[in-house]
Structures are given as structure tokens and as C-alpha cells.
């Protein structure tokens, strides 16, 4: 059993930055993949941006450029920095996590971008 806990999401201007965090705690292996989705109402979940425990990401278009997704294994914790946030940045993120033996998910985090 894995738990996330999200933070760091809030209201933002357009063109601000925001980072958020995700800690994940209970049975992590050494060996997983994080990331980050996001989702607005009406609209299906999507990647924003994946790691793997050995540092490998990968972003979606809509954020190459703009948004980092970094972590620290020592820590269990993955964090996303959005910069040059827009107005169709505006969702509920989530956090990811996935291993072997499962994937869950945290309750999420809203970003407000306000033009």
C-alpha cells in the first residue's frame, strides 16, 4: 500500500510559476515510476509529465519547455516546477505512483491560473 500526498497548488497569474510536491509513503520499491496528471471537469486525466527512479522523464507537449518534473529518492517525493503557467493550465493535478506490484494515486492538488 502506497499513499501520496500532494501539495503546493494555489492560485497563480498567468506567466507565474508554481512547484508542487508530491510525498509518497508506505511500501515503496526501489524501482518505480512517478508523475504528474491533471484533469478538469468534463475532460478525461492526462500525463503531464512521468520519472522513473532512475531519472528518466518524459513530458507532454502541451508542457515541454515550461514545466520540470524532478525527485528525490532519498525523500520518496517527486515535485513538478510549472513555469510560464496559461490559462489552460487551470486542473486538478495528481500525483502518480506505480511499481510492481500496483499503481495508486493522490487526492490531487488545484492550479488556478488567473488571467
Known amino acids: 500500500q502506497v499513499t501520496l500526498v500532494e501539495s503546493g497548488g494555489g492560485l497563480v497569474q498567468f506567466g507565474g510559476s508554481l512547484r508542487l510536491t508530491c510525498v509518497a509513503s508506505?511500501?515503496?520499491?526501489?524501482?518505480?515510476?512517478m508523475g504528474w496528471y491533471r484533469q478538469v471537469p468534463g475532460k478525461e486525466r492526462e500525463l503531464v509529465a512521468h520519472?522513473?527512479?532512475?531519472?528518466?522523464?518524459n513530458y507532454a507537449d502541451f508542457v515541454k519547455g515550461r514545466f520540470t518534473i524532478y525527485r528525490d529518492n532519498a525523500k520518496n517525493t517527486v515535485y513538478l516546477l510549472m513555469n510560464s503557467l496559461k490559462s489552460e493550465d487551470t486542473a486538478d493535478y495528481y500525483c502518480?505512483?506505480?511499481?510492481?506490484?500496483?499503481?495508486?494515486w493522490g487526492k490531487g492538488t488545484l492550479v488556478t491560473v488567473s488571467s
Open positions: 502518480s505512483y506505480k511499481d510492481w506490484s500496483g499503481d495508486w
Open positions: 508506505g511500501s515503496i520499491f526501489r524501482i518505480n515510476h
Open positions: 520519472i522513473t527512479s532512475g531519472g528518466a522523464t
